[in-house]
């Protein structure tokens, strides 16, 4: 096992030379054997390139094992720059100048409009052919037009290179980037090994895009730090879902809160695969778990459903519930899981057990800093080396977080302070309703005032009066929704997580 590897070249040697380390529904195996190897091809056949340590590689693959690999490989030796492959032309033109890549890689016959952004800013484009034949995610690279130099830092990265960079979300600002060096990604995968205590046995099925955090550290690298096997699909398919369960056969898997529930909806029409099935966990992150929802996946599954709390600057995971015997709450995030966490008032000073706050966190798994960017650093870290999450919650005298909002989506109507989730948990009870986001919109007088999005169950109805009736039976008034829309489906972003802020505006009520 790679204990404490601080390089993902270390990091893949955790399993054994003929254990599988990436599968694909129906496809051949692929050992950690075969993964170091296409893994030191990759790193020899960019060096030839010119391409070394710290150089940007902007990777715009389909998920599946393919883009695992490559994701890996580039990582291990020069920086890997994942991109969302849905992005328009516009958004390619800004990812790739914003990360100064030094070359593109794309699938061989791939349509992506990215290959056009690239030759338009003189960024060399390899095509990825992939050789299933020789193991999910095997591939070789054709890369075109005269070889440049060597490059001048070739060879495995070392500890304090970048391993990735990863843009924030950019969901009120431009988006920020985030270097994560390999000694920060390890770490998180390390923390997420040892709080789902993974070992050589365990079979993962990843459903999570690959170009997000969440996949790329919990879903790909953590249970590969132990000699664990990933199966990656073309991506999430809550109508696949089941069959490729059975076929899989998977220990755990870890998704978004939305995707649990579209799984969830699906479970009735088949417990035989459940029970045939049985898992060791389930894990969910990225986004708030409703309690409701939490409660019916372990009665549906018969496993537990582990939330963590994570985000991209602290290369994914920040806090855990534990695994049984130990308690984990609905509601919680769990314990601090790598990280140190506290909560501190607005002068950044700490608060006891119980008290509301920002939460901050330091650790080895956490970026050093945004990239040239000083003024979000002077807001970001405190001159205690904390680095401020932009999240609001309490710890228990046991240390459990609860998250009570973004501080940025914390509605302020009239100087009254409400927070988003609290109205999702009373709506979430209405035994009619399926999902919900509460969110601000804008209000003449008041500033903002409160307003939800629902999705009703199959074959339910509700009328919005009816359920602002439920509400006011158990929330004070001001917190009461002045709008409650009824959708079929809720806008997501491009993970799969319903966003707050922007909502009002997406759907017309601004």
Known sequence: MAENATTLHALIRAGADDATALSSPGGVPLTFGALRALTDRTIAALNAQGIGRGDRVGIVLDNGPEMAAAFIAVAAGATSAPLNPSYKADEFNFYLSDLNAKLLVVAEGSETPAVAVAEKLGV?????????EAGAGSFTLAFTGAAAAPAAKGGPAEAEDIALVLHTSGTTSRPKIVPLKQSNVCASAGNIRRTLAFTADDRGLNIMPLFH???????????????????????FNALKFFGWMSEVRPTWYTAVPTMHQAILARAGRNKETIEANPLRFIRSSSSSMPPQVMKEIEDVFG??????????????????????????????????????????????EP????????IVIRGNNVMAGYE???????????????????????????????LTGRLKEIINRGGEKISPREVDEVLMDHPAVSQCVTFAMPHDKLGEDVAAAIVLREGQTLVEKELRGFALERLAAFKVPAKILILDEIPKGATGKLQRIGLAQKLGLV
């Open 303 to 348: 496993a537990p459903l582990i939330e963590a709390y994570g985000m991209t600057e602290a290369a994914h995971q920040m806090a855990s519930n534990p695994l049984p015997p130990r308690p984990h709450y609905a509601g919680s995030v769990g314990l601090a899981a790598g990280p140190e966490i506290a909560i501190v008032d607005d002068e950044g």
């Open 213 to 235: 955090i969440h996949g790329l550290i919990a879903g790909i690298l953590a249970p590969l730090s132990a000699g664990g096997q990933v199966s990656c699909t073309p991506g």
């Open 351 to 358: 608060l006891p057990a119980g008290e509301i706050g920002e």
């Open 372 to 402: 040239n960017n000083d003024k979000a650093n002077a807001e970001a870290f405190t001159k205690q080396g904390w680095f401020r999450t932009g999240d609001q919650g309490s710890l228990t005298p046991e240390g459990y977080l609860s």
């Open 124 to 132: 060399p484009v390899v095509r990825l052919r992939p050789t299933p």
